[in-house]
């Protein structure tokens, strides 16, 4: 499998600039539930127990909703949004997930399209999970889609490569959980 094979191509339909996807691949339920299993096992082993149920919680549905964004090119709302408002009951980071939230909304409220709303409520989610752990979570997220958009660029080339998406749910969902489990697991001190 080639590498572009392995991304998720959405090109805009005439349905008023909904994306679809054009190469498809679904990522199984039987390959998400060890994966949010192991995700759980490690957040129960790693933290202690108030934290790693929210360490839990984000991160399963991190999997989840980045499956969904290669999937179909979408974050779900009602996942999203009662997962944000279930973490923000068992934290206390409104603010560091409601500013993220507002730098992620601001490329698609000026009518960019290289970023979404999704992204946006992505990132509160994160932020609220993550507090201000979020920013290197985003930063993260852009150094990892660099390589990836380049390498898009090289092998489609020209008009094809500019009119191609990459989803950006599961970059911003792995430097989550980078931010989230690397310190722990690198054995460095944390807050």
Known sequence: MSASSALTSREP?????????????????????????????????????DRALVAASLAGVL???SALDVQRG????????????????????VLAGLLAAVVLAI????????MGMGDAKLALLIGVGL??????????????VFPVALLLLLLRGGL????TTIPFGPFLSLGALIVLFGPHL??????
Do not use: H, M
């Not at 979408?74 to 923000?88: E, G, H, Q, W």
């Open 160 to 163: 094809a490569a500019r009119k």
């Open 107 to 114: 490329p698609p409220l000026l009518g960019r399209r290289w």
């Open 186 to 191: 690198a054995g460095l001190p944390t807050s």
């Open 63 to 65: 999997v989840v909703l």
């Open 131 to 144: 507090g201000w752990g979020v920013f290197g979570a985003v930063l993260i997220a852009f150094l990892c």
């Open 13 to 49: 339909t005439d349905t008023g600039g909904t994306r679809t996807p054009s190469k498809v691949l679904l990522p199984r339920p039987a390959l998400l539930v060890p994966i949010v299993v192991g995700l759980v096992v490690l957040a129960l082993l790693t933290f202690p127990l």
């Open 74 to 93: 979408i974050i779900a709302n009602r996942i999203v949004l009662p997962a944000s408002a279930i973490l923000l009951l068992a934290q206390e980071w």
